[in-house]
């Protein structure tokens, strides 16, 4: 099984901050990688997809970058709505799906 | 518009089989695609359940695998999870989703909590 490990778990920030999480796999998965942002009480939402590309409508200030193990999200100027958990997930091993254990972004 | 709701029981007893079924509307599910099913315990992260391809092929998490099953219904257009001798631990929001071919999990269903109790 590849395993995901997001780093920090919790990271507390301020309206206009920029931040940068970091998800790691336990081996080689090129640049299947996907970043999902979750708010309480909904199902989560597909940010970025293959380590880099914005899904539509999602807004610039997000960006992923890296490949094969090691991958990073960055919101620029953090806004009160990105306030959320954030999930990497491999898809190297489609259909097999791993997700990492989330970061929560708190004021 | 792809949309996904699931149904269920929300309270299922120790040592009894979860089962929940997903119905599709705006896309075949015999049209491409993962179907899976993915859960969240309270408060914890994200685990993948397994997966069922148009084909009427299964993909599990080995953790779970001996006990799941997940099964589609095109004349319905639904697919379904069962997971046998469930404990405590299984409690959780259990969500069904539309998997690309390429593993991003595009469409969600807003979740169903299943708690596990006597």
């Known amino acids: 099984d590849i395993q995901m490990t997001h780093s920090p778990s919790f990271l507390s920030a301020s309206v206009g901050d920029t931040i940068t999480i970091s998800c790691r796999a336990s081996?080689?998965?090129?640049?299947?990688l996907n970043w999902y942002q979750q708010k309480p009480g909904t199902a989560p939402r597909l940010l970025i997809s293959a380590a880099s590309s914005l899904q539509s409508g999602v807004p610039s200030r997000f960006s992923g970058s890296g490949s094969g193990t090691d991958f990073t999200l960055t919101i620029s100027s953090l806004q009160p709505e990105d306030f959320a958990t954030y999930y990497c997930q491999q898809s190297y091993g489609t259909p097999h799906l791993t997700f990492g254990g989330g970061t929560k972004v708190e004021i | 518009q792809v949309q996904l709701q699931e149904s269920g029981p929300g309270l299922v007893k120790p040592s009894d089989t979860l089962s929940l079924n997903c119905f599709v509307s705006g896309f075949y599910i015999s049209s491409g695609s993962y179907w899976g099913w993915i859960r969240q315990p309270p408060g914890k992260g994200l685990e993948w359940i397994g997966s069922y391809y148009q084909s009427g092929n299964t993909y599990y998490n080995p953790s779970l695998e001996n006990r799941v099953t997940i099964s589609g219904d095109t004349s319905k257009n639904q697919f379904s999870l069962r997971l046998n001798s469930v404990t405590a631990a299984d409690t959780a929001i259990y969500y069904c989703?539309?998997?690309?071919?390429?593993?991003?999990?595009?469409?969600w269903g807003q979740g169903t909590l299943v708690t596990v109790s006597s």
């Open positions: 081996q080689y998965i090129d640049i299947y």
């Open positions: 989703a539309k998997i690309g071919q390429d593993g991003n999990v595009y469409y």
